[in-house]
């Protein structure tokens, strides 16, 4: 059966930019988000026809951060642009330092039913370190007002590898996300985006990377105490209670579709791949003059579009069933890339069991690396 598509919006606004971020925001004025949100509605209104997502996920940027009126609007908007009926996931990117009980009853009363909450850390240190608006806390305040509002699927993200900050921390961090009993953490390890406040400190040997051991320390660390908790290993990166895999996500590691609404949001539709400007005023500009909205496209080769695939559905921890990627891609793996795999396979890197590929545990800490071999 085919899985249906996804609709992603970005929301472009952030209380103020964090110093590890690259992803395309700007500060929360009231008047800018009117113009985002009259862009939107035009460009929800010319959805394909007959585009019925069965996920919705508002990410960003802080989608929180709208006021609570233009948080209303929003929600209104994706009520007018799908039909809620087919949609099981709409979730929410939300930082605790901008939400309110009135702004988590509207999400529930709209039908949000999943939030991923930006915690990050509760270190202080951490917190100022990374630039987060928020204190240690807000994010629990945060965590409690979902809760009371009645969200039964509540994501926490976490950061590992800060410089200067250890296991011990770490191991701290995940003692009270466990306390608080969470259905989902992300847990992602800092990136030096070019052009970010650390990446200069970097640059100018103010600060120094956590070298490859004690990432992979941290990272061990992680799995083993989620695992402990009951929140399985189902990504790279993610783990969760079972069922609570973020469907969205899964869309995305499985090579779905998906159609991406907003400034700088990328699309993957009928064998296109496509990315709106990643400028606000461009964007409403665009929808002003009735003119397109995108910066690129790209039709997707039959074959190059399979390996992109073989890439993202690694990312699972279940892997690649080869029937079932042959049967969706057209291509068999080991035709694809088998001398890769095999090789893969030597290194211990991949696994190849049951008619099934995956990472090992060795290859999940070095996907990236892997997978620049498969692509
Ligand atoms: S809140 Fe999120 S999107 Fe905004 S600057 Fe921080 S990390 Fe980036």
Redesign the pocket.
Known sequence: MKTSPGLYIHVPF?????H????Y?IPCATGDQTFFLDALDRELAALPDRFFPGTVYMG???PS?LSVDNLKRLLKLVGKAVDLYHVQEWSI?V?PGTLTPEKARLLIEAGVNRVSL?V?SFDPENLAF????HTRDEAEAAYLMLREAGFANVGIDLIYGIPGSGHAKLAKDLARVIQLNPEHVSCYCLIFEEGTPLTELRDRDRISEVDDEEELDQYNLIRDALDCAGLRQYEISNFARVGRECRHNLLYWSGGEYIGCGPAAHSHWRGMRYGNVRSLESYCAAFKDKSSPREFEERLEPEAKARETLVMSLRRCDGVDRDFFKKDTGFDYRKLAGDQIDWLCSLELLEERDNRLRLTERGLFVSDSVFAELI
Do not use: A, P
């Not at 952030?14 to 964090?18: E, I, P, Q, T, W």
């Not at 590890?20 to 992803?23: A, E, L, Q, R």
């Not at 990374?130 to 608006?133: A, K, P, Q, V």
């Open positions: 952030c209380v103020r930019k964090c590890y971020c690259d992803f925001s960003g940027g802080t951060s990117e930082n930006g990050q990374l630039g987060r608006i």
